[in-house]
């Protein structure tokens, strides 16, 4: 009784229920936009310079931009007339500028790994982008104009049929950017498990670890939205009713997970360049004074240095170097 009870009221207010995801998750990225926005402020104070890079600026932009995709849609079918059409030309700039700004700091954040894993691709990179570019901003605008037609227009047919069209395109290179990016960051781990790694290196790991987090969250929502998109559900079963409102879901609320799990990398990176001007400034600070009990030669430091424990690869020659020229001064 109770299971016939459930299955009946998933069915009957599955239109309610998805119109419910809808609207709180605009609420829920609003609020996630404004914790991320303080938190950016605080990295500012804490680091004490201004927040002025192009990745800075890219995650500044992914985080308005997604608010602008979510809220105004909020209103497109609450309003009418000019103030419903401003809401949907809103939501769909919001939309646009959150891909290209996703697009172009993913790029940035795994350029140096790919290039180490899969440099072939280089080249293509910028065309790819230009073609994602055109396609996602033709969608947009097809979407929004198919939105403000009435099914009885002529043309509704046909630009109905372009924009499914674009938005399979850009859904399709979107994936396989996705991939080639999370692809490059896995090689890239496993390549550091198979050679020497020191402490410059370790910015590029925690950005391959945090990459794969992120972009794997991101593949799961396109696919998600895919299915969401061209399974055609049946919406009497409980048990699609169900799946399509967790791929809805999930689908809405991508953005606010990756913007966080950004801002979780960028204070973990603060953190390894802390720990890492630590470390060399105590090598530093080490080899002086080995140097302060040489005999003059440099050969007699590195001895020094073997017998006491002390490591003798790269990273200590470069701060036996260092130590010399400030005893040189």
């Known amino acids: 009784m109770s299971n016939a009870s459930d299955t009946s009221w998933i069915v009957e207010n599955y ?11 605009g609420w829920i990225t609003l609020g996630a936009s404004v914790l991320q926005l303080h938190i950016e402020g605080l990295f500012a104070k804490s680091i004490g310079k201004k927040i002025n890079t192009v990745v800075n600026a890219l995650i500044g932009l992914m985080i308005l931009s997604s608010s602008l995709a979510c809220v105004p849609y909020n209103f497109v079918a609450l309003t009418t007339g000019a103030t419903s059409v401003t ?24 350029r140096n790994v790919i290039e180490n894993v899969v440099p072939s691709v280089i080249p293509f990179i910028p065309y790819y982008f230009a073609v ?21 227009d002529p043309a509704y047919a046909s630009l109905t049929s372009w924009d499914n069209n674009t938005y ?21 781990m496993v390549q550091l498990q ?24 991101f593949f799961l929502s396109l696919f998600g939205e895919v299915v969401n998109s061209y399974v055609a559900w049946d919406y009497g079963d409980p048990v699609h009713c169900t799946v399509a409102l967790v791929l809805t879901g999930m689908d809405m609320n991508v953005g606010t997970i990756y913007l966080f799990l950004q801002l979780w990398m960028k204070a973990v990176l603060e953190k390894e360049k802390a720990n890492s001007l630590t470390k060399r400034q105590t090598a530093v600070d080490r080899a002086r004074s080995i140097i302060s009990r040489g005999a003059g030669s440099v050969f007699h430091p590195v001895k020094l240095a073997t017998t006491e424990g002390l490591a003798t690869g790269p990273g200590f020659c470069l701060a036996l170097v260092a130590a010399k020229a400030d005893s040189n001064k």
Do not use: K, P
């Not at 239109?15 to 998750?25: D, E, K, L, R």
């Open 87 to 110: 809401c949907l030309i809103l939501s769909s700039i919001g939309n646009f500028a959150f891909y290209i700004a996703y697009f172009h700091y993913s790029w940035i954040r795994g």
């Open 194 to 217: 198979n050679t020497y790694s020191n402490a410059d290196v370790g910015a590029l790991r925690i950005i391959s670890l945090f990459g794969i987090a992120s972009q794997g969250v």
């Open 132 to 152: 994602f570019t055109l396609l996602e901003l033709t969608t947009n605008t097809l979407y929004t104009a198919v939105s403000l037609l009435s099914a009885t």
């Open 168 to 188: 399979t395109a850009c859904i399709a290179l979107l994936f396989v950017f996705d991939l080639l990016v999370m692809v490059a960051y896995i090689l890239y």
């Open 15 to 25: 239109s309610s229920a998805s119109a419910n995801i809808v609207w709180y998750t």
